[in-house]
């Protein structure tokens, strides 16, 4: 069981649209839609974004959204502002009542 | 609306067991699955495992046997033991409700610090 890959660092300038791609294998993200993305400023707990690769919690701005393609998921927040800066995870099932992180991707608002 | 609390002893030495109880207050344990996740620090999240109810388990296969998730409805609280303890165990230790249709984790603690160390 080895972890979804995700980009280390990806940024951008408030108001604009950034993507984060979450990359597993055939065994888990691309065998499911049950793809998790979570929130995690400093210090703090993860929070829920998405759920079922694209569902959004109640709560969770419309500014983010979530799409799966093949082996790879992605995490679109548009509308970037100071307050999305923080790490963002996704989560896969990965099969036999597993489930497996990705490595996480620190979002920064230039 | 749920909430979640972990609790443990504190520093834990090599070679020894970690233990830590989550408590669940505004809703029933006796319903959801119930996880454990930990996060060592400036390093990514790792599942450990989750409990049902019932008392069926599942793990993360990388550690080896070394995890045990218990559950006390009685008490609405569950349990994490880690055996065999060595540094690279010291995290942060985050206890969660997982929906188990959708596997994802909707509610989360505010995660507890435990530091392996002689």
């Known amino acids: 069981q080895s972890a979804l890959t995700q980009p280390a660092s990806v940024s951008g300038s408030p108001g604009q649209s950034i993507t984060i791609s979450c990359t597993g294998t055939?065994?888990?993200?691309?065998?499911?839609?049950?793809v998790s993305w979570y929130q995690q400023h400093p210090g703090k707990a993860p929070e829920l974004m998405i759920y079922?690769?694209?569902k959004r919690p109640s709560g969770v701005s419309n500014r983010f959204s979530g799409s799966k393609s093949g082996n790879t998921a992605s995490l679109t927040i548009s509308g970037l502002q100071a307050e999305d800066e923080a790490d963002y995870y996704c989560?896969?099932?990965?099969?036999?009542?597993?489930?497996?992180f990705g490595g996480g991707t620190k979002v920064t608002v230039l | 609306q749920v909430q979640l609390q972990e609790s443990g002893p504190g520093p834990v030495k090599p070679s020894e067991t970690l233990s830590l109880t989550c408590s669940v207050s505004?809703?029933?344990?006796?319903?959801?699955?119930w996880g454990w996740i930990r996060q060592p620090p400036g390093k990514e999240l790792e599942w450990i495992g989750y409990?049902?109810?019932?008392?069926?388990?599942s793990y993360n296969p990388s550690l080896k046997s070394r995890a045990t998730i218990s559950i006390d409805t009685s008490k609405n609280q569950f349990s994490l033991k880690l055996t065999s303890v060595t540094a690279a165990d010291s995290a942060v230790y985050y206890c969660?409700?997982?929906?188990?249709?959708?596997?994802?984790?909707?509610?989360w603690g505010q995660g507890t610090l435990v530091t392996v160390s002689s």
């Open positions: 055939s065994s888990d993200v691309g065998s499911y839609n049950l």
């Open positions: 969660a409700r997982l929906d188990a249709m959708g596997y994802y984790f909707d509610r």
């Open positions: 505004g809703g029933s344990i006796s319903s959801n699955y």
């Open positions: 409990i049902y109810h019932s008392g069926s388990t």
């Open positions: 989560c896969s099932y990965a099969g036999s009542s597993t489930v497996v």
């Open positions: 079922e690769a694209s």
